[in-house]
């Protein structure tokens, strides 16, 4: 089995651990190719010395010979790092011949290219990555129109339109747009029936509530699954219960490949509860999640009580494409969140996810895995009731974890400050740093190859990123 990028990152770790810069070129220099072929290439990396840190990687069977071949090809006029390794070689080139591998010192997220006829836009990203602040996609000035939340997946960003009820999504590297989804009328006509009532009634049901100025549809959130995206989507409907007009909805789940749904998912915003009859009924919120081929979602009942029934669910379709409910999480809802629904949209990163308004990174399926305490609230603090910490108290909002950090981005309802922490998993140390701009942000995420920089959106409907550490 070829190792992955991340798994190539982590064994070049056991021999270059000096790296001074935010990101890291890694040259896979196979001396059996046309080095000469390579002059141009290796100029243009050259001129990036002062932007990144450049590791060149050579065949350990060359390492006896080593003083000769840096002076026959002036492989320090490049850099002096230098490191002779066939398995970390192998890992870059696999059975092509020289690349480049493209990193931050984080080890987060890789890019590989073939060494010869490096893209354009790679050299601009390299220019640019280690800049204080950055404004991207300057062809699309307009990128986060309507979008109220930045979605990050691998190395590209998403936003929903939830005014035009669109999903675009661009690549960070290129700064190409690589999707663009639109709501259809035969999509309306496929799910709406999901409420149980027939479609030949959905444009009246439709009609009816945009002259109520109440919006008939909606696109909700996205979730990513080796590199699908999924689209939660909501048609909305009303009833009429005991002489009063009830809005009532419908969630399904979309898959969408290449710009057109794919599947439908029936993913009910409420349902009898699988797990104890006597307690009536649990719902899910926004936010969701895809690990270990499951889909997750925050489950709670509310029975004229606490909802503090079940803290996370694992769903799965069955051979209707409903999403139903296997497994919960054996951990109960905290105390904090007892008799409301407020702040429980639940954050998720690779294998934890988080309260918004508690300091502790939970296992999401995995029972060896320890919790992560970040400690940045005072004591006592989650004593506090959710329903007014929600307003005025500090929350996460998203997160991003490695093995050896956590950055999470904070936001302070009272001051509407928004700050950014970086949580050292080994010393427990914490850091911390203001986000600037703060009342013109629209939201924030981390970038993917290097969470010391923020990706941030503004009113302006442009994308930023700025360096925080």
Not at 13 to 25: E, G, V
Not at 66 to 93: F, R
Not at 275 to 298: I, P, R, V
């Amino acid at each position: 089995m070829k190792p992955t990028l991340l798994s190539l990152l982590l064994l070049l770790s056991h021999f270059y651990t000096r790296a001074q810069r935010d990101f890291n070129l890694l040259i896979g220099l196979n001396l059996n190719d046309c080095i000469n072929c390579y002059n141009h290439d290796l100029e243009r990396l050259d001129q990036q010395k002062n932007n990144v840190d450049i590791v060149l990687v050579l065949g350990k069977t060359y390492a006896p010979d080593s003083s000769k071949i840096i002076k026959k090809y002036n492989l320090h006029g490049i850099t002096k790092h230098i490191v002779w390794s066939d398995s970390l070689l192998d890992a870059i080139n696999g059975d092509g011949p020289s690349s480049v591998l493209f990193a931050s010192k984080y080890h987060t997220l890789a890019y590989r290219f073939s060494l010869k006829g490096l893209p354009k836009y790679l050299i601009s990203y390299i220019q640019k990555a280690g800049l204080a602040f950055d404004s991207l996609f300057l062809d699309h000035p307009k990128v986060a129109l309507g979008a109220n939340r930045l979605y990050v997946n691998e190395g590209k960003v998403y936003f929903i339109n939830s005014v035009l009820d669109e999903i675009n999504g661009y690549d960070l590297l290129s700064g190409k747009k690589i999707m663009h989804f639109e709501i259809t009328d035969s999509l309306l006509d496929v799910t709406f029936p999901f409420s149980g009532l027939p479609v030949t009634q959905r444009k009246m049901y439709h009609d009816i509530l945009r002259r109520a100025h109440m919006t008939a549809y909606e696109i909700g959130a996205l979730s990513f699954d080796k590199g699908i995206v999924y689209a939660r989507f909501t048609n909305n409907y009303f009833t009429v219960e005991e002489d009063s007009t009830l809005r009532r909805d419908n969630v399904s789940m979309l898959k969408i490949v290449k710009d057109k749904v794919n599947s439908i998912y029936r993913y009910p915003y409420c349902y009898a509860n699988p797990f104890d009859d006597s307690k009536g009924y649990c719902n899910t919120n926004q936010n969701f999640y895809f690990y270990k081929d499951g889909l997750y979602n925050f489950i709670y009942t509310n029975m004229g009580g606490s909802p503090d029934r079940y803290v996370l669910g694992r769903f799965e379709p069955n051979k209707k494409n409903v999403y139903e409910p296997t497994e919960v999480n054996p951990m109960k809802n905290p105390k904090m969140y007892d008799y409301t629904l407020d702040c429980q949209s639940l954050e998720f990163d690779k294998d934890y996810f988080a309260f918004p308004l508690i300091d502790t990174l939970y296992p999401i399926a995995n029972p060896h895995l320890p919790p992560v305490a970040l400690n940045f609230l005072p004591a006592g603090y989650d004593e506090q009731s959710a329903s007014k910490l929600c307003m005025e108290g500090l929350a996460i909002t998203t997160f991003k974890i490695t093995n050896t950090y956590v950055w999470v981005a904070l936001y302070n309802g009272k001051t509407r400050q928004r700050q950014i922490l970086r949580h050292n998993r080994h010393t427990g140390e914490n850091q911390y740093t203001q986000v600037p701009l703060d009342r013109n942000i629209i939201d924030i995420n981390f970038d993917p190859v290097n969470p010391d920089y923020i990706l941030y959106t503004t009113r302006s409907s442009n994308l930023y990123r700025k360096k925080m550490f």
